[in-house]
């Protein structure tokens, strides 16, 4: 291996973190951490943060362009190189970071897994349950901010799954303002 081999980029990398942070600036948003109550914690965003994510994930991965699973990894590589260097800026040791991102993993693995069942079903009641679970950990029957959380997310991923494959190997996703949502509650 040449020393030039240290400095590659791989394929879709910056495509990825451009993705990432377009699922990112859309978790921000503060119609849900004001008008749904998602709490504003470091689980919280992480939770939110995963949905999109997430949503995006699923969109790469069931493009039908080949290049569309490696995009699909680039973005999930962005988030968990993400982060990586949130917790260290947090001050978490550098003994315990790897075992705190390989949490992290497992939780956003178990949430896209449900999640990805609820849409693939198209069952707006299941994902909300899942959401009211994860978001709010929360027991019982979702509540309105989950079914709106559900709807929310529904749009988003049929927004993405509407947008041109070459807009997002260039790193452009769109996803749909949370207030729509609210106003179609």
């Keep these: 291996m040449g020393l030039s081999a240290l400095f590659r980029r791989k394929p879709h990398e910056r495509a990825g973190f451009e993705l990432y942070g377009a699922a990112v600036a859309a978790a921000r948003d503060p119609w849900f951490f004001g008008a749904l109550g998602v709490p504003d914690t ?32 680039a973005v999930f590589d962005a988030m968990f190189a993400d982060m990586d260097i949130n917790l260290r800026e947090m001050g978490v040791s550098d003994l315990t970071v790897g075992k705190r991102v390989k949490r992290m993993w497992e939780a956003f693995h178990g949430r896209a897994q ?52 070459d807009a997002l190997l260039k790193g452009q996703a769109r996803f749909p303002a949370p207030e729509e949502a609210a106003d179609a509650g």
């Design 42 to 73: 470091l689980d919280g965003r992480f939770d939110l943060v995963g949905l999109h994510a997430a949503l995006l994930i699923r969109r790469l991965r069931r493009d039908p362009d080949p290049r569309g699973a490696a995009l699909a990894q």
């Design 114 to 165: 449900a999640y990805e069942a609820a849409l693939e079903s198209a069952d707006a009641a299941a994902l909300a349950a899942a959401l009211h679970r994860n978001v709010w950990r929360a027991e019982g029957e979702p509540g309105e901010a989950a079914r709106r959380l559900a709807a929310q997310a529904l749009r988003a991923a049929d927004a993405l799954a509407a947008q041109p494959f």
